[in-house]
């Protein structure tokens, strides 16, 4: 018997046991979709941003820090799709969506001339005990397969997290960065050096993460900071 003939047989079994289904709707799912169904799929709310014109993202972190060009892949909603695969990846265990959403990305970075020259992507990291609690960074998997795309090293032990204190959301932005400017910091301060390195995040909220995030990455010498993120709480303003 053909090897992947076999393959196919133990996955028909498998959807038997545990019916694959729909992350957005619950429905089942048929022939080569994967983790959604057509009809969410097409629903998935993709920002269209480029890494070439402003978008709402660059407007997040304008006069914070420094940064050459900022992006994100989805818009995340309240009780939406993307909210949806979100949860299931951080919360439930399914760290295979990373590496569906990092594909899907992946491949639209690839058509986009101006992220032609990152060097390095960098997770956002969690503090070991988080690591060691939830089992993976859920932003892994995704900044491994844009890693892929961009032909760029995927780097996990120069940025980490120092303490597990949870990132303050107070709306006073100096308050909170003071209060957190010792959470990340680097393992080694020239491995980045004059290098482009690509910041990688779950969701953009207030972005304070990231500020904080690329606040330490920049005590190297020459680097040249990109964000993205799986997703953007949109900012209406
Ligand atoms: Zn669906």
Redesign the pocket.
Same mark, same amino acid.
């Given at each position: 018997m053909q090897k992947t003939k076999l393959t196919n047989i133990l996955n028909d079994i498998n959807n038997i046991l545990v019916p694959r289904v #729909?992350f957005? #709707?619950n429905?089942h799912l048929i022939g080569g979709e994967k983790h959604? #169904?057509t009809? #969410?799929r097409n629903f998935v709310p993709l920002t269209e941003y480029s890494f070439n014109e402003e978008n709402r993202v660059d407007r997040i972190f304008y006069g914070r820090i420094n940064v050459k060009k900022t992006s994100s892949f989805l818009f995340f909603t309240e009780n939406g799709i993307v909210q949806q695969l979100i949860h299931q990846l951080k919360y439930k265990n399914q760290e295979q969506i990373g590496v569906f959403l990092g594909d899907w990305y992946g491949q639209l970075l690839q058509e986009d001339p101006f992220l032609d020259n990152i060097d390095v992507i960098v997770p956002v990291p969690l503090h070991r005990k988080k690591l060691k609690k939830r089992g993976y960074n859920q932003v892994a998997e995704f900044a491994k397969r844009l890693a892929h795309y961009l032909n760029a090293e995927y780097v996990d032990n120069i940025l980490l997290k120092t303490s597990n204190t949870k990132t303050q959301t107070q709306k006073n932005r100096i308050g909170r960065w003071q209060r957190n400017k010792a959470l990340y910091v680097l393992s080694d301060s020239k491995f980045l050096k004059n290098k482009n390195v690509l910041l990688v995040d779950d969701v953009i909220t207030s972005g304070a993460t990231m500020e904080i995030c690329a606040k330490a990455l920049n005590e190297t010498e020459g680097i040249t900071i990109y964000i993205t993120s799986m997703a953007v709480v949109p900012q209406f303003q």
């Open positions: #729909c957005g #709707c429905a959604l #169904c009809v #969410c």
